[in-house]
């Protein structure tokens, strides 16, 4: 096997242990959560979402494609369903997906121009996840 082969394999066992211990079933799905939307349930990618902001009991879910949707849960709720490797909270209404960051300035962030305030007490764990370069003095 080639080690992107042998990669895949333990990265597909380590995921199925990470279940097993969680008590979840091996097939259970983990690139994303369902909402109801009308009649139905309408599978959310992580991948897809790029901020959500609150809105009192509700959260406002906006996606890479500039839609968004509204769900009737507040957004410490939308929290606990988002992956900690993707997201992170930088103030008391705005949780961001960090791959979509794409620039930082002082204690904004910024997603294809649209700029977000990290707020002073999320500062040092909002800005701790990015690899930052920087010449030394």
């Known amino acids: 096997l080639t080690m992107s082969a042998n990669s895949a394999i333990n990265t597909a066992s380590r995921e199925t242990e990470i279940l097993m211990e969680a008590g979840l ?3 259970y799905v983990i690139d994303g959560f369902f909402v109801k939307q009308d009649e139905m349930m309408v599978k959310i990618s992580y991948s897809e979402i790029v901020w959500v902001e609150a809105g009192g009991n509700y959260s406002h879910i906006h996606f890479k494609d500039r839609a968004h949707i509204s769900v009737v849960h507040n957004i410490g709720r939308v929290a606990e369903m988002l992956p900690k490797r993707y997201f992170t909270r930088i103030n008391k209404s705005e949780i961001v997906n960090l791959h979509y960051v794409n ?3 002082g204690n904004l962030i910024y997603i294809e121009g649209r700029s977000f305030a990290v707020a002073s007490n999320y500062k040092e764990d909002v ?3 990015f690899n930052i370069l920087v010449r030394r003095k």
Do not use: E, R, T
Request: aromatic content about 12%; some cysteine; overall charge positive.
């Open 25 to 27: 079933p091996v097939g």
């Open 103 to 105: 620039k930082l300035c």
């Open 127 to 129: 800005f701790s996840c």
